[in-house]
């Protein structure tokens, strides 16, 4: 069973610029998840998709968008890349059947740094 | 809103000692508790959980017990060993929505 895996690791980017992190699901999940990881703090939900459509959302602003394939896998992007933006993101996948949903399972994160 | 709250580290213990992590959550219902770890360069892991009042979840050794009169789900280890060294999170979800609200992390030093 493969594991939760992010894509890239490391990422240097310019403030103004764009970028887009990579995530595949675990084998078998459905919904992904992702979230801030500022230095020092807990990780902040961005949002969750599943079945391709955006089902929650935290307190990020608009520029913070994403995507989820049919094959379960996600990518975020974020615009107008601003210095507060360096942290790690983490992706997080999970298996949800009607009611029930079940626990996450979190990936190795990409470390983002805006200068 | 729903919240978590830890105590700050860094916590150094030398091994063998007794752990406690403290963690108190405020929540509008019914939370399910987790603890999630995090090695250094790595992402988390669950460690236990638990879903309802009085639920004990253990892993590994450590331990924690969903305290609703106390709204606490403090995280225990016996004797705790180098490898334990990492951040802990205390962190708490609403059933039927998956978002997960973490503390802050406690970071944890274990001497030799």
């Known amino acids: 069973e493969t594991g939760v895996t992010q894509s890239p690791t490391h990422l240097i980017k310019t403030r103004g610029q764009q970028v887009t992190l990579r995530c595949s699901s675990q084998s078998g999940h459905n919904t992904v998840s992702w979230y801030q990881q500022a230095l020092g703090q807990g990780p902040q939900f961005i949002f969750q998709?599943?079945?391709?459509?955006?089902?929650g959302r935290g307190n990020f602003p608009p520029r913070f968008s994403g995507l989820q394939f049919p094959n379960y896998s996600s990518e975020l992007n974020v615009n107008a890349l601003e210095l507060d933006d360096s942290a790690l993101y983490l992706c997080?996948?999970?298996?949800?059947?009607?009611?029930?949903?079940?626990?996450?399972?979190f990936g190795p994160g990409t470390r983002l740094t805006v200068t | 809103g729903n919240s978590v709250t830890q105590m700050e580290g860094p916590v150094t213990l030398s091994e063998e000692a007794f752990l406690t992590i403290n963690c108190t959550y405020t929540a509008t219902g019914y939370p399910s508790l987790f603890w999630y770890v995090q090695y250094p360069g790595e992402g988390l892991q669950l460690l236990l959980k638990?879903?309802?009042?009085?639920d004990k979840g253990s892993n590994k050794g450590f331990e924690a017990t969903y305290r609703k009169e106390t709204t606490s789900f403090h995280l225990e280890k016996g004797s705790v060993q180098v490898s334990d060294s990492a951040v802990y999170f205390c962190a708490l979800s609403m059933n039927r929505d998956d978002k997960i609200i973490f503390g802050k992390g406690t970071r944890l030093h274990i001497l030799p």
């Open positions: 638990a879903t309802k009042a009085d």
């Open positions: 997080a996948s999970s298996q949800v059947k009607g009611q029930f949903s079940y626990e996450q399972y």
């Open positions: 998709y599943y079945r391709e459509e955006e089902n």
